[in-house]
């Protein structure tokens, strides 16, 4: 199974609702333990790529993974930080930040367990503007722990470990 749809929500003034498995925003946050640049070496170590540092310093002041919950609002009711999901629909995994310039994001989800991608890297069909968005989706995804990766062009600026329990 893959997460199927997302609705996107750019706090700056821009709204976009998109559906299927490529429309998928992503970002990180300096606030959560994973970011790019708030994450120690040792945290950074288990993860199977690195983020490019420079990169999400030249895009991002914050970029994270969170959850939305089942019936929850974007980007008002994102439990920020929180990386642990039910596989049942309910829950949405989210992604929000803030962008210091427009770029286009990529997003994969990566098995850990199983070493590859569950779903491969897929760009986001929209511009996404300066300023603050955020990002949702239906986790449907079977049981397992899984890294959520955001690339601008071919930079990994975030790379977020969540688990999904059924």
């Known amino acids: 199974m893959l997460l199927v749809s997302c609705t996107a929500f750019n706090i700056s003034g821009n709204t976009s609702s998109t559906a299927g498995v490529s429309a998928t925003t992503a970002t990180e946050s300096s606030s959560t333990a994973v970011a790019a640049t708030s994450t120690t070496k040792t945290e950074n170590q288990g993860l199977s790529e690195q983020p490019d540092e420079a990169t999400f310093k030249e895009y991002f002041n914050e970029l994270g993974l969170g959850k939305l919950p089942e019936n929850g609002s974007l980007p008002v009711d994102i439990k920020k930080g929180d990386n642990i999901f039910i ?46 968005f955020a990002g949702s989706e239906p986790v449907t995804i079977p049981a397992g722990k899984y890294e959520y990766k955001i690339w601008i062009g071919d930079k990994l600026v975030g790379v977020f470990p969540f688990e999904v329990k059924p």
């Open 87 to 132: 596989s049942n629909g309910g829950d949405q995994l989210s992604i929000y930040g803030n962008l210091l310039k427009d770029t286009k994001l990529s997003n994969a989800i990566y098995d850990v367990n199983a070493k590859k991608n569950i779903r491969g890297k897929v760009e986001f069909p929209l511009v996404m503007k300066k300023g603050g």
